[in-house]
């Protein structure tokens, strides 16, 4: 805990003390500050503008997906296209990598966070792993995979049309860099796996963990990357096609949920990442979702100098709070 001091001019100069806490993860040490501030309830948002004037192109919408999409090279995947229901991926017009996609989730070109069903998210989901399951048939050393959600514009979304981006890549991210060696030094010491330690350590005290069944634990980060930091550990599985049935449904439930509680703050946007690391055991599947925000009255970014170029989180929400919320809609007693 670190604690400022200045002399106040909204009172009259006198000593005023403000407070901010240092949280280091407790795999990676990466840092994040906890801060003091007074949280304003944010105003909700009125998106028609951003939403009428999108309709003018869009490409995912379905008059023209079909014409104006690209095919996956037959060289590299079994299908032109991937589709499930309403779900349908397509390679990325502007990958990041060797192997990008996106997935239009469903044809309806706005969706607000609380009209997304269960049925189109395990679609979409679904569609994203039979993508990545083909991507290694005749690229196995594409082990980096990830599903990923920038919703809306504010989250780095360039199209409102919902969609997901899946990654398929030989090149590690700096969060599997981090990671990996982490939970190797981890298991080198304590002889245990992490993530079983960090469930039963938080089911145990019940701070953080407001959901946990055999297969899933539901979690707000100690350290958050983002306004809040929800993660869900997938204990059980390994490659994305273990994410079907009864655990794709469990864990599409707490998506849903989550989405439902960032709505009841009046945020609208959000980044979601679901994470594997085919070659290493040690690395089990995860979901992490922040929220995305910007500051009254400028629309000024969450993301200053601080994330920037110090890779420092800033939130003034605490984990645990954001736990106690999340708790109250898991066991139905949120209003
Ligand atoms: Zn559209």
Not at 58 to 74: A, G, M, R, S, W
Not at 139 to 158: E, H, T
Request: hydrophobic fraction near 40%; include cysteine.
């Amino acid at each position: 805990m670190k604690t400022s001091r200045f002399l106040d001019p909204a009172r009259n100069f006198a000593e005023a003390r403000r407070h901010s806490e240092v949280r280091l993860d407790p795999l990676t040490g990466h840092s994040s500050r906890i801060l003091d501030f007074p949280i304003k309830k944010i105003d909700r948002e009125d998106l028609s503008a951003l939403v009428e004037g999108s309709r003018a192109f869009c490409p995912f919408c379905p008059e023209v997906v079909e014409l104006v999409t690209p095919k996956f090279h037959p060289d590299l995947l079994k299908k032109e296209r991937y589709s499930q229901g309403e779900a349908l991926c397509v390679p990325n017009v502007f990958p990041y990598d060797e192997n990008g996609a996106v997935c239009v989730m469903c044809r309806q070109h706005y969706v607000p966070l609380l009209d997304f069903t269960a049925p189109m998210l395990e679609d979409a989901l679904s569609c994203c792993f039979a993508y990545l399951k083909d991507v290694v048939v005749n690229q196995p050393d594409m082990i980096y995979q990830s599903v990923n959600w920038n919703y809306m514009p504010l989250a780095g979304g360039s199209l409102v049309h919902p969609h997901l981006q899946i990654t398929a890549s030989s090149s590690s991210t700096n969060y599997y860099t981090d990671m990996v060696p982490a939970l190797r030094e981890y298991e080198h010491t304590h002889g245990r796996d992490f993530w079983q330690d960090l469930s039963d350590e938080e089911r145990a005290s019940g701070e953080r963990c407001f959901g946990a069944t055999d297969d899933i634990t539901w979690l707000t980060a100690f350290a958050p990357l983002g306004v809040f930091d929800v993660l869900a550990v997938l204990h059980h599985a390994h490659d994305p096609e273990d994410v079907r049935g009864e655990l794709l449904k469990e864990l599409v439930q707490g998506i849903l949920r989550v989405m439902g509680y960032i709505d009841s703050l009046n945020m609208y946007s959000l980044n979601m990442s679901l994470y594997f690391l085919l070659d290493n055991s040690l690395f089990v599947p995860h979901l992490r979702i922040c929220p995305r925000v910007s500051i009254p009255p400028f629309g000024t970014s969450q993301i200053n100098y601080m994330k920037m170029l110090h890779n420092e989180t800033l939130t003034t929400m605490r984990p645990e709070d954001v736990c106690n919320d999340l708790k109250a809609i898991w066991e139905g007693r949120a209003t």
